[in-house]
């Protein structure tokens, strides 16, 4: 079966911790996203990658890490440089770029992180 | 900045009836829109796309572009229960910018 997989589905952190969340893809895509939800809120992005070894940062990129070694996979790193993390995050991929602008994005199932 | 505007809701339907649920957005050039249903604690799920003006129809979905009023909107008939969710508009190319959503309840 061909999809996104996030893990793990719920993660506990304490103040002052790092966390890395995982997102595989076995879609052949090259572009991969992550965003935050809040709440009642939409969807707000962190970071996005259009190519192996390469990301951008998104509109809330401030104490968050990726990178993007592998086609599959595009780890976040929630460092403790983030003042408010908790949140339900999703990873996203799409064809990318060779798509051209009709790029139709599909999600993981989310990790929802809480800080203690 | 990239707007996409949604009513939150919610938007409160009998069953078997047509539930409307709208969006506008800011940017003049934008070409790709999509709809996403997402349930509570789940993950949104892509339902329609379209990317040229007019209707686009898929079983009881039926999504209208009209980029003239910068305005796409998602048609649902006969309205089920399990229609229930939130109903995220989403716009624009390579980096779409979502809406907030609207929350849809279908009552029996």
């Known amino acids: 079966d061909g999809g996104i997989t996030q893990s793990p589905k719920y993660l506990f952190r304490k103040e002052g911790q790092n966390v890395t969340l995982s997102c595989e893809q076995n879609?052949?895509?090259?572009?991969m996203y992550w965003y935050r939800q809040d709440p009642g809120q939409g969807l707000r992005l962190i970071y996005y990658?259009?190519?192996?070894?390469?990301?951008q940062k998104g509109d809330i990129a401030e104490g968050y890490s990726v990178s993007r070694e592998k086609k599959e996979s595009f780890p976040l790193t929630v460092t403790s440089a983030q003042k408010n993390p908790t949140a339900f995050y999703l990873c996203a991929s799409s064809i990318g770029a060779s798509g051209g602008p009709y790029n139709e994005q599909f999600f993981g199932p989310g990790t929802r992180l809480t800080v203690l | 900045q990239k707007e996409v505007e949604q009513n939150s809701g919610p938007l409160s339907v009998p069953e078997g009836a047509i539930a409307s649920l709208n969006c506008t957005y800011s940017?003049?050039?934008?070409?790709?829109f999509f709809w996403y249903r997402q349930y509570s604690g789940k993950s949104p799920e892509l339902i329609m796309f379209?990317?040229?003006?007019g209707d686009k129809e898929d079983g009881r979905f039926t999504a209208q572009l009209n980029k003239a009023s910068q305005y796409v909107s998602l048609l649902i008939r006969d309205s089920q229960p399990s229609d229930s969710a939130t109903y995220l508009c989403a716009v624009g190319s390579y980096i779409p910018t979502f809406g907030r959503g609207t929350s849809l309840i279908v009552h029996p």
């Open positions: 940017d003049r050039g934008s070409q790709s």
């Open positions: 990658s259009q190519i192996v070894n390469d990301f």
């Open positions: 379209i990317y040229s003006n």
């Open positions: 879609l052949n895509h090259d572009a």
